[in-house]
C-alpha cells in the first residue's frame, strides 16, 4: 500500500486547486489547505497539522508537492516545515522544480542551496504581490476611485451567510483555526470575525 502524501494549497477560498489535482496519481494519500495563506504557520494550518501528525505515526514515507511555495510563503517556516518532515526521515518531492531533498536519506549541498533559493523566492514574490496591491490602493485613492468600506451599511442575517467569505470563515472556525490567522486567510478583521461566529452561534 502506498504510503505517498500530496499536500496541495490555495491561498484564496476561490481560487482553482484542480491544477495541483491533476497531478495526483493513484494510491496517493491527499492533503488538502484551501482558502489558506502561505503565511500562516504549516504546522497551523488543518491539512498541514493533519500531515505532521500522520508523519508522527509512520503512515507516510514520502511527501510531494506541486510547488515548494505550497509549503508556505514565509522563508523561515518552509524551512523548518522541511526539517520537520525530514525529522522523519521522510523526502520532500517538488514535482515542478524536480527536486527531491532527501537521496539515499540524506541532504545534498545542492538541495540545499536550491532549497534556500527558492523558498526566498516565495517570500519575495509574496510581498512583490502585496506592493502591487497597495499601490493600486495608493492609486485608486489619488484618483477618488476607492470607495473603501461603507459607513453604516447594514443587510439582513440570511444575505451575509450566503457570502463565499463567510462561509469560508465558518469552516475555518469549525477546524479551530485561530482568528488571527484566519484573518489574513480572508483579508479581513477580527471583528468581523467575530461579528460572523456571533451569529452562528444565536443560530
Not at 78 to 86: F, G, V
Not at 117 to 139: M, P, W
Amino acid at each position: 500500500m502506498s504510503k505517498t502524501a500530496y499536500y496541495m494549497r490555495t491561498s484564496h477560498y476561490l481560487q482553482n486547486i484542480d491544477t495541483q489535482l491533476d497531478k495526483v496519481e493513484e494510491g496517493w494519500k491527499v492533503y488538502k489547505d484551501e482558502g489558506i495563506s502561505g503565511r500562516i504557520y504549516f504546522a497551523d494550518r488543518p491539512a498541514g497539522k493533519k500531515l505532521l501528525e500522520d508523519l508522527a505515526k509512520g503512515k507516510v514515507d514520502s511527501v510531494i508537492t506541486l510547488r515548494l511555495d505550497r509549503l508556505g510563503r514565509d522563508t523561515a517556516d518552509i524551512l523548518n516545515t522541511i526539517k520537520l518532515i525530514h525529522g522523519f526521515g521522510v523526502p520532500i518531492t517538488s514535482k515542478n522544480e524536480g527536486i527531491t531533498t532527501l537521496i539515499h536519506g540524506k541532504e545534498t549541498p545542492m538541495t540545499n542551496l536550491l532549497i534556500n533559493i527558492l523558498s526566498g523566492l516565495a517570500e519575495f514574490q509574496y510581498h512583490q504581490t502585496r506592493e502591487k496591491v497597495l499601490d493600486g490602493i495608493n492609486l485608486a485613492k489619488a484618483q477618488n476611485k476607492y470607495k473603501g468600506r461603507r459607513v453604516g451599511a447594514t443587510e439582513s442575517i440570511e444575505k451575509l451567510m450566503s457570502k463565499p467569505k463567510v462561509k469560508k470563515i465558518k469552516e475555518l472556525l469549525d477546524a479551530n483555526v485561530g482568528i488571527r490567522a484566519i484573518a489574513r486567510t480572508v483579508n479581513c478583521s477580527a471583528n468581523y470575525i467575530y461579528k460572523v461566529k456571533s451569529y452562528y452561534e444565536t443560530v
